[in-house]
């Protein structure tokens, strides 16, 4: 009861404290990048490939003015531009597609040709009205799917590729059906590069610096295809047939015929999966989802994945962002904080089993039921080869028992996998890939992410882990270390450079990451 009292008092004091309450608390961080330093920047919204060519021409003839793709807005805001890149000889072009949109059927070279703008799935920040509109709702039409999906479908086609992102599966990948890519480079020419292509690899993983890409070739080999699946939250440890009682993996362990190791459920457990892991004290619960391919006939009824008890997007995603905020500002090792940790948890991830049957784009995409307005996330995602699994897992557990709420934090761990990937900058290149990948709330009142993130950073630096490109990076993912994580990479530089050799495209932060020297005036 006392705790309960401490929570609405501080949530009181909380949003008194900010001017024009909730709103101006979740305002949709895109849009805060987008007006905030107006005054230097503009943006623009072509509508045709014409006048996406006639921006890069200006730019590449002006040479002081940097063009970046602002995309959906679920990347790492420096990764599209900062304030560094603003100055009185320098100007900041923002490139907005979301007027460049569409896909086109063509059955007789079996592809579908689909502009960059077009988002891959239904955005349910906006209620799904423009589900007719996405990728894959078009490709269902005709009998189509992609081979995977993220945890979320509201990122646009060119943004997702290009960052190298991917769903959880070791066995399929979007990339798979990625057979050609028409990008637009700094001086406004247009190339059309395809899979057998000696830039293909190359240009498929680029982070806008190479050129905008301004449609992408989907090979029409994937059959539309429904899911059988489950989520089951239990307590992390120890291995168990009763949820209530443990996990029905050996997270931690070698495992054994009964209950396989998380290295071994990750490759054969099902076609798809992942798993969360709430670390903190008291808590220490798993949630392990996984789904299949289902192509036996008759189908079951539908049965819609539920991640929340409450299915409100903006209900769950306003309660999630209360308990987190409550969580921040009580931070503190003792045991009253683990109670009340705990039974939040319960209300929010109570322990249980749920089954599932859906068309595929309605149940990969899990977190679709989450409003990132109201609940900013901020992540950094590492790559690691897969048969380090075990040995990664028992070192962030030691880690979580010795370093309490600091280590912890007051969210969880994503832990999936990505197959080996032929794409010279992709963090699965060459290699079958296990992800941690951990989040921060935006709207934390006290910490940072890069301070949150940086322990992480530092504690599996051994591993020599790849990162995910469009998520927070360490100050030193540069220089040296890149090059010895990616193999191609002085060739990946030789071409970006002669397809953008007056910078168009490069950023301070990019520059950096990457040692572009700068060009001399």
């Not at 992408?216 to 059959?223: D, F, G, P, W």
């Not at 322990?455 to 998520?471: A, I, M, S, T």
Request: glycine share 6%; hydrophobic share 35%.
């Amino acid at each position: 009861m006392v705790f309960r009292l401490i929570i609405i008092t501080c949530l009181f004091f909380y949003y008194c404290s900010i001017p024009n309450g909730r709103s101006e608390v979740y305002s949709y961080k895109i849009k805060q990048f987008v007006n905030s330093w107006q005054s230097n920047q503009t943006i623009q919204y072509p509508a045709d490939e014409f006048e996406i060519q006639a921006l890069i021409k200006h730019a590449y003839q002006q040479g002081s003015t940097i063009i970046r793709v602002i995309g959906s807005g679920h990347s790492y805001e420096k990764a599209i531009s900062d304030e560094q890149d603003i100055n009185a000889e320098q100007k900041l072009m923002l490139v907005s597609l979301e007027k460049y949109h569409g896909v086109t059927i063509d059955k007789e070279n079996n592809v579908a040709i689909v502009k960059a703008g077009t988002f891959i799935g239904p955005n349910p920040e906006v209620g799904n009205k423009d589900i007719k509109k996405s990728l894959v709702w078009i490709l269902n039409q005709v009998g189509y799917a992609v081979p995977d999906l993220a945890g979320i479908t509201r990122q646009t086609v060119a943004g997702f590729l290009s960052t190298g992102s991917s769903g959880g599966s070791l066995l399929y990948s979007f990339y798979d059906v990625l057979v050609g890519i028409r990008l637009i480079d700094g001086k406004g020419t247009i190339h059309n590069i395809y899979k057998q292509d000696s830039k293909f690899h190359a240009v498929g993983i680029s982070m806008g610096l190479f050129g905008i890409i301004t449609s992408v070739n989907i090979s029409l080999m994937t059959k539309s295809f429904y899911v059988d699946g489950s989520e089951t939250i239990s307590p992390i440890v120890p291995p168990s047939s009763n949820f209530s009682v443990g996990c029905p993996i050996d997270i931690f362990g070698d495992g054994n015929q009964q209950y396989p190791s998380l290295t071994k459920f990750f490759k054969t457990g099902a076609d798809f999966s992942r798993l969360i892991w709430y670390p903190q004290k008291d808590v220490d619960r798993s949630v392990i989802w996984k789904a299949s391919k289902y192509d036996r006939k008759p189908f079951p009824p539908i049965v819609p994945y539920q991640q929340f008890s409450e299915t409100n997007l903006t209900a769950v995603s306003m309660q999630i962002a209360d308990a987190f905020t409550i969580m921040n500002m009580l931070a503190a090792d003792t045991e009253e904080y683990y109670s009340l940790v705990n039974s939040i948890f319960d209300q929010l991830q109570p322990i249980g089993k749920q089954e599932f049957f859906d068309i595929y784009y309605n149940s990969l995409p899990m977190d679709n039921h989450l409003s990132f307005k109201i609940l900013p996330i901020s992540f950094t995602e590492l790559w690691i080869p897969i048969e380090k699994t075990k040995e990664v897992m028992n070192i962030l557990r030691n880690y979580y028992l010795t370093h309490g709420v600091n280590a912890t934090g007051n969210n969880a761990l994503e832990i999936y996998t990505s197959g080996k990937s032929h794409f010279w900058l992709s963090p699965s290149y060459s290699t079958d890939a296990v992800r941690f990948d951990w989040y921060w709330f935006d709207n934390n009142p006290i910490g940072t992410a890069q301070n949150f993130f940086q322990q992480f950073w530092d504690l599996l630096k051994p591993f020599e882990y790849r990162c995910h490109w469009g998520k927070y990076l360490p100050d030193d993912y540069n220089g040296h270390r890149l090059h010895k994580l990616y193999p191609m990479l002085e060739e990946w530089l030789k071409i970006r450079n002669e397809m953008d050799p007056e910078q168009v495209f490069v950023t301070s932060y990019w520059r950096k990451i990457f040692s572009i020297k700068k060009l001399e005036k």
